[in-house]
């Protein structure tokens, strides 16, 4: 680890001095400071983490609060994007990432307690249940917050547009001659209500009749709960054409299902996904799918909540909506 005495020597000049220059005081020369700075970059000096909190007021640490109610952890394909993508932003702009949950070692502690026992400068929140009392307190607090997903009054949020994700999905497949169309939605949640009311507008507009056995609810990303209500709406009298489900993994168990009772896609029934994650379009058919921007959600949400920790003063209170894009396979067939 290289230390600011390195530098000095180097340089030859005072510990002092080399301070001065790090610090950007008036005090030393113009000259001086530029030949300081250099060498401390050719030498690769990183200032000390708890030196450089005492003078920024600033640990250059971020929390992330993630609930994987799917028990599937980072390899959800959805988020695990985008906060792969919130992570490269954070660190493009100095500051790491720290898990955020309600346990330290044996002790348990709120969301709140837990960000100010890591010391973060802020928190991205997002897959959590919004409306528990835990996740309110820290959103309430003084700790600069930015959501995924879902919408405070008072904190930016980042969101996926599912309202027209899921109109673009309906149009396209009616388009293609489609009447009877199923929907697996997902649990409840403010996503879950977009897409849902979204779907219904849609239908309507397209005077197309929703029967109210093809709309059941279903679980995200969980390919087994997708296979049991394909089933289900495979067995009906008067089954759907397509079916449209909840996320592009969960797809995969309802077309397992189809298979598993001699059907093919999209000759017999046709099926669309929603994600447009790497699987939907390496499987057998390419899946038509709803992509998801998960880039720019999760970049947006690493350049607002630095923008909040770093000029609180300045930095607006703003609900950014990212556009996805409709992906045509070949799972849905023209009637």
């Not at 599937?72 to 988020?79: E, M, P």
């Not at 802020?122 to 959590?128: D, H, N, W």
């Not at 077309?255 to 099926?271: K, Y």
Request: proline letters at 3%; aromatic letters at 8%; a negative charge.
């Amino acid at each position: 680890m290289v230390s600011m005495k390195d530098i000095s020597s180097k340089c030859h000049v005072s510990i002092a001095t080399v301070s001065k220059a790090l610090n950007n005081r008036g005090d030393i020369s113009d000259e001086t400071k530029e030949r300081i700075c250099r060498v401390a970059k050719e030498l690769g000096y990183l200032p000390n983490s708890s030196a450089r909190a005492l003078k920024t007021n600033r640990t250059y640490n971020i929390g992330v609060l993630f609930v994987d109610k799917a028990n599937c952890g980072l390899t959800h394909s959805y988020f695990s994007h985008v906060l792969d993508s919130f992570r490269r932003g954070a660190e493009e702009e100095g500051y790491d990432i720290t898990f955020i949950s309600q346990h330290a070692g044996k002790n348990n502690l709120s969301y709140y307690e837990h960000s100010k026992y890591r010391g973060v400068d802020g928190v991205v929140i997002a897959c959590v249940d919004f409306e528990d009392e835990a996740i309110l307190e820290l959103v309430n607090s003084e700790i600069p917050v930015v959501t995924i997903d879902y919408s405070f009054h008072n904190k930016s949020s980042i969101l996926s547009d599912n309202v027209t994700g899921m109109e673009e999905i309906v149009q396209y497949v009616v388009g293609m001659g489609h009447r009877d169309i199923a929907y697996i939605h997902g649990a409840d949640s403010g996503v879950t209500e977009h897409r849902l009311r979204s779907f219904y507008r849609t239908m309507k507009d397209l005077h197309v009749p929703v029967r109210d056995e093809w709309v059941r609810e279903g679980v995200y990303h969980d390919p087994e709960s997708a296979a049991r209500i394909t089933n289900e709406l495979l067995t009906l009298s008067n089954r759907p054409t397509c079916i449209i489900y909840p996320d592009d993994f969960a797809c995969v168990g309802g077309l397992n299902e189809i298979e598993s009772q001699g059907l093919s896609v999209p000759d017999d029934i046709s099926v669309v996904g929603y994600d447009g994650q790497r699987i939907s379009q390496v499987i057998e058919p390419r899946l038509t799918t709803y992509k998801q921007n998960t880039e720019d959600l999760g970049r947006l949400a690493a350049r607002k909540l630095v923008e909040a920790i770093e000029e609180p003063k300045t930095s607006l209170t703003e609900r950014l909506v990212v556009q996805g894009e409709l992906i045509q396979g070949r799972s849905v067939k023209r009637l």
